[in-house]
């Protein structure tokens, strides 16, 4: 399993904002994503990255930007809260230990909500 | 593009046998996976299948069989903290890295 943490946990923001979300991992997997889930609705990718210095857009078009300058660490950036980012955001990581399994292990999420 | 497919809810008793289905269509296929999702959690890996068959560990289990693209977790001895909502995610072709498509989940209500 990956330890893998989120700051903060919850986040009520007026709109117009700057705001960065923070994932954090101790396993030293390559690899992290972003995925954004509305309540009862499937995750969606926002972003990814395969390494440091790789970032890659999701599946799922998202005004946010990413960087990967650590491994541990894969921040996400939104420049100007809008109400139609609010959402909660999950980071997962994932390695090769296992082979070709590769799974995701996502932290606990942050719930946003812009005003 | 991908399509997965779940059934929205389920419920069942305490102590039974429940299985939960899920179709899907992809552009090539490289793996499907399950996790449980409790209200305002992160979701937990259960189970991971890539080769035709039954992968069993513990009360869960996990199917697939890959010619009719389709995968069913089977959940043991039902307890109440089962309750939580049951998320298949495929992971496409080879080469495509390891992006994951999530069908929306099968909440699962486990009653006395």
């Known amino acids: 399993e990956a330890d893998i943490y989120q700051t903060p946990r919850y986040l009520v923001i007026g709109t117009g904002k700057k705001i960065t979300l923070e994932c954090s991992q101790t396993?030293?997997?390559?690899?992290m994503y972003w995925y954004q889930q509305d309540p009862g609705m499937e995750l969606h990718l926002i972003h990814y990255?395969?390494?440091?210095?790789?970032?890659e857009k999701g599946d799922l078009s998202s005004e946010s930007t990413v960087s990967r300058i650590r491994t541990e660490h894969f921040p996400l950036t939104l420049e100007s809260a809008r109400p139609s980012h609010t959402s909660q955001y999950l980071c997962?990581?994932?390695?090769?230990?296992?082979?070709?399994?590769?799974?995701?292990?996502f932290g606990p999420g942050t719930r946003l909500l812009v005003l | 593009g991908q399509n997965i497919d779940q059934p929205t809810e389920m419920t069942a008793t305490e102590g039974a046998i429940v299985q939960i289905n899920c179709t899907y269509q992809t552009s090539g296929f490289n793996g499907l996976f399950w996790y449980q999702q409790h209200a305002g959690e992160a979701p937990t890996f259960l189970s991971y299948?890539?080769?035709?068959g039954l992968e069993e560990k513990g009360r869960f289990s996990s199917f697939l069989s890959r010619s009719k693209g389709y995968s069913y977790l089977l959940l043991k001895e039902l307890q109440m903290k089962d309750s939580a909502s049951y998320l298949c995610?495929?992971?496409?072709?080879?080469?495509?890295?390891?992006?994951?498509?999530f069908g929306t989940g099968t909440q699962l209500k486990v009653e006395l």
């Open positions: 995610a495929v992971r496409g072709r080879t080469g495509g890295g390891n992006k994951l498509t």
């Open positions: 997962a990581s994932s390695d090769r230990t296992g082979g070709t399994q590769e799974t995701q292990y």
């Open positions: 396993m030293g997997h390559d690899k």
């Open positions: 299948n890539v080769l035709d």
């Open positions: 990255s395969y390494g440091v210095n790789s970032t």
